[in-house]
């Protein structure tokens, strides 16, 4: 593929996703066209496209008369009246430019991921940039040939300024008329009730998935004496002395935030997974293909 998808997923990657692909499973499902069966009693379905055979796919899925004019061995892919959307709301705003790596690369990297996992197999894939104060609603991509367009999206994803994660999580809940999955990737550094937000896409039937990416800095501070810190979003200047008791209560409200995290997603059956900046990400989304909660 293309640069953008090289340097998003590089190759051991790519190889690990389409294993994972096989084993995605999204609970909800949304009106239109999927490579699955519909659900509905009487559901019909009608071709839709052909795509590349890959080892592990069902055998009886291959177009023979293709494979017989071309030598190639293809699948049918059909369009019924269900299909499943993946909706990934990718946290954009500048508190995600800290770390090293930033946390912005890492988000990218797993929104990536998440989308590759969607279109291949054939699925609908959509991006929301929350950030800068508003929301981007990227147009929805399909199948694999919607990739190099979905990774484009992705990469041009900048951290920069403030954000409402909560009001970005409900206006895709007001685009989206059925539900899907709704996966998103976040500091969650954010001043708004943004598990109120996430409570009414489990209510609308969406299956949710809560990506909280920290850094090791965020995780194990080194400060020791008198700061002025400014806020990464607002520019807010505030004066703190780090010392042992500071540091103490700093590693309490981190830590509250992730058990905050953790019992939403208990409570949700929502996926929630907690990944460091400086670990491997292959991990990181076996978690969230099986559904785990960290």
Request: aromatic content about 6%; some cysteine.
């Amino acid at each position: 593929m293309s640069g953008t998808q090289s340097a998003l997923l590089d190759p051991d990657f790519v190889r690990e996703l389409e294993v994972l692909r096989r084993r995605l499973e999204i609970r909800a499902r949304a009106g239109g066209a999927g490579e699955h069966s519909a659900r509905r009693r009487g559901g019909s379905a009608e071709f839709q496209e052909h795509r590349p055979y890959a080892p592990g796919d069902d055998l009886r899925r291959i177009d023979w008369a293709a494979y017989a004019r071309t030598g190639e061995p293809v699948l049918k892919v059909f369009r019924s009246e269900e299909e499943v959307v993946a909706r990934v709301v990718c946290d954009g705003s500048a508190s995600m430019r800290f770390g090293e790596p930033p946390k912005i690369d890492v988000a990218r990297r797993i929104s990536a991921a998440i989308g590759y996992l969607a279109l291949a197999k054939s699925e609908r894939a959509q991006l929301i940039v929350a950030g800068e104060g508003l929301t981007t609603h990227n147009l929805p991509q399909r199948g694999r040939s919607g990739l190099p367009g979905f990774l484009r999206q992705v990469d041009a994803i900048e951290a920069e300024g403030g954000t409402d994660l909560a009001k970005a999580i409900d206006a895709v809940l007001r685009r989206s008329p059925r539900p899907g999955l709704l996966a998103v990737v976040s500091d969650f550094l954010d001043g708004g009730d943004v598990l109120a937000a996430m409570g009414r896409g489990a209510m609308a039937g969406h299956d949710l998935v809560l990506v909280h990416v920290v850094a090791h800095d965020e995780l194990d501070p080194k400060f020791d004496g008198d700061f002025a810190l400014e806020d990464a979003e607002t520019g807010a200047i505030v004066e703190v002395t780090m010392d042992a008791s500071a540091l103490e209560a700093y590693a309490l409200r981190l830590m509250g935030l992730s058990e905050e995290l953790r019992a939403f997603a208990k409570k949700h059956r929502a996926c929630y997974v907690r990944v460091r900046t400086d670990e491997p990400l292959e991990p990181v989304v076996r978690r969230i293909v099986s559904r785990e909660v960290d």
